[in-house]
């Protein structure tokens, strides 16, 4: 099986946000969200993701990405 | 605030006042090694000790026909109802009285050797919760389940299964020795120690920790899941 990638980074440099800012804009503390960006997160919430969607301003495909384990692509 | 502060104080003053049990209890280890080796160093080839004694088949006559199939060695028996203090001389050094020696040192001082592990590793899980939360802002019981401790705890665990184990083995040890250089006419020679004074229970207790080990473990998981969930 794959596995799911975050790009939160990669969002969030578009959006040119700073960490501490998203963090107080979804209101999650910015340990977590320095998990979730890690890719350390094991599991995320409908209602954080909604929430970080809408502090980006974006699509939750933007965010996550599937990555096969064969091609890796 | 100052409850986790009177709290850490006092797991401090558990860790101390373990600190200070696991070196008395170490030094004084230390101090019966040192008479013991100091006892074989002086008399090499004499065993002072007890056995109990039960008829046999035929009626004993106490004070009668004592002698030994090895060549070489004395016996003298004072007999005291069941139990029999002996000592055995032996002409030459002989590797069975130091093995014999080191048996009855470790059977006699494996309570206290028991103890001491347990009361190190649980100084250990208190260090080391101590240790983490001088780092941290979470609760103390967050990180008393750890991977780490759990595994102190089934060293624990394990110890409590091995110690009637080790006392099994002394009681073979000291059985075939016994039957190796005694020979009674009309009496059988057994360890004092015997089957039923083992401390069995021991086994059961370790193994309830080995469930509730297996249960904390669940909960670690459970635990670490729910902490990565964002």
């Not at chain 2, 600190?19 to 209890?25: E, G, M, Q, R």
């Not at chain 2, 019966?32 to 007890?50: F, Q, W």
């Not at chain 2, 590793?121 to 750890?146: C, D, G, M």
């Not at chain 2, 670690?220 to 990565?228: F, H, K």
Request: charged share 20%; aromatic share 8%.
């Amino acid at each position: 099986m794959g596995e799911i990638i975050v790009n939160v980074d990669v969002m969030m440099a578009k959006r040119k946000i700073s960490l501490n800012a998203l963090a107080s804009k979804v209101d999650i503390t910015p340990a977590n969200l320095s998990i979730l960006k890690t890719g350390k997160a094991k599991a995320i919430r409908f209602s954080t993701l909604a929430a970080i969607c809408d502090a980006l301003n974006c699509q939750p495909g933007d965010i996550l990405e599937y990555r096969d384990e064969l091609n890796n692509k | 605030m100052s409850k986790i502060r009177s709290k850490l104080l006092t797991l401090k003053g558990i860790r101390t006042s373990l600190d200070v049990v696991c070196v008395a209890i170490a030094l004084l280890i230390l101090g019966l090694v040192a008479v013991s080796v100091i006892d074989i160093s002086r008399n090499p080839n004499s065993i002072v000790g007890t056995a109990t004694i039960h008829p046999a088949k035929d009626p004993i006559v106490l004070g009668g026909d004592l002698s030994s199939q090895v060549e070489g060695v004395n016996l003298s028996l004072k007999p005291n109802f069941i139990e029999v203090q002996y000592k055995m001389l032996f002409s030459q050094n002989h590797t069975d009285v130091i093995f014999y020696r080191i048996l009855w040192f470790f059977t006699l001082n494996l309570p206290m050797i028991f103890i001491l592990f347990i009361l190190f590793y649980l100084r250990n899980i208190v260090n080391s919760v101590l240790k983490e939360v001088r780092h941290s802002q979470h609760s103390i019981a967050h990180y008393i389940f750890s991977k780490r401790n759990i595994r102190r705890v089934r060293y624990i665990a394990f110890a409590f299964i091995l110690f009637p184990l080790l006392e099994l083995s002394a009681y073979w040890a000291d059985n075939l020795l016994l039957q190796r250089y005694f020979s009674l006419k009309g009496i059988d020679v057994a360890s004092i120690i015997t089957m039923g004074s083992l401390s069995w229970d021991y086994i059961i207790i370790g193994l309830a920790f080995i469930v509730i080990i297996e249960i904390l473990r669940r909960g670690i998981a459970l635990q670490e899941e729910n902490d990565l969930t964002v």
